[in-house]
């Protein structure tokens, strides 16, 4: 039998490997180039996640709007390469992307440590998927960075809030609209009454998703709800 170190240096003689962002020739998931554009995100609004050239608690941009979120911790930005490594991660089940995302979220986890520790949560939610999209996809996203988080954090992974109804992709959707979408499709399946929780998801753009959750959570009785995104999208 060929061994799979042999069996895997002659695919990469005749499939070289390509970088995960540009899809050059490379050795490496990401090419020098590539990793270069993607840095954790240092200074954001603490209100929406959004980058901001120092740590603010709120931007002008947040004035007006309601989010039922305490805080928004976001990783990184959601654009080239690491949008593309997502795409295939999420959409193609590519386990070469889906390292790469482990390999960046928990370098980030290490950067964010001492803001993440300092919201003590007592665990954590991913986000969940309605089940007709869990049967396309095959897995949960935000549930397999959410396990990472809980690992890190040293925190349940909690199911407390459960999808039940199947909303379109809004993509295009204004903040508004997304928020008149999403109402009503989530419940909670758990009691999370006094305590503070860490929602995870994977892409945050509008955080209407986020925002009904953590009205559901809050509604529930819970002390706080904060947010903790891989990518953060900026419109």
Not at 57 to 72: E, T
Not at 78 to 83: I, N
Not at 149 to 156: I, M, Q, R, T, Y
Not at 207 to 229: C, Q, Y
């Amino acid at each position: 039998m060929v061994g799979k170190g042999i069996l895997s240096f002659c695919l990469g003689r005749v499939i070289p490997s390509r970088c995960q962002g540009c899809r050059s020739p490379s050795v490496a998931s990401l090419c020098d180039r590539c990793l270069e554009k993607v840095k954790v995100m240092e200074g954001t609004c603490a209100r929406c996640g959004l980058p901001y050239p120092q740590n603010v608690p709120i931007c002008g941009a947040c004035v007006g709007k309601r989010f039922y979120l305490d805080s928004v911790v976001s990783l990184y930005l959601y654009r080239s390469p690491l949008k593309e490594v997502i795409h295939r991660w999420k959409y193609h089940r590519s386990h070469r992307s889906w390292v790469l995302v482990r390999d960046l979220f928990l370098s980030a986890l290490e950067a964010k440590g001492e803001v993440l520790k300092a919201l003590s949560a007592h665990g954590v939610v991913p986000v969940p998927l309605h089940w007709r999209r869990r049967w396309v996809r095959e897995f949960n996203q935000s549930k397999m960075i959410g396990a990472l988080a809980g690992d890190f954090l040293s925190l349940p992974v909690m199911e407390a809030v459960k999808r039940v109804r199947h909303t379109p992709p809004q993509r295009a959707s204004s903040f508004r609209r997304r928020q008149e979408n999403i109402r009503g499709a989530f419940v909670l399946t758990e009691n999370v009454k006094g305590k503070s929780i860490l929602v995870v998801d994977d892409v945050a753009t509008t955080l209407a998703t986020a925002s009904e959750i953590g009205r559901v959570l809050m509604k529930g009785g819970a002390l706080e709800v904060h947010l903790l995104v891989l990518a953060r999208a900026v419109r």
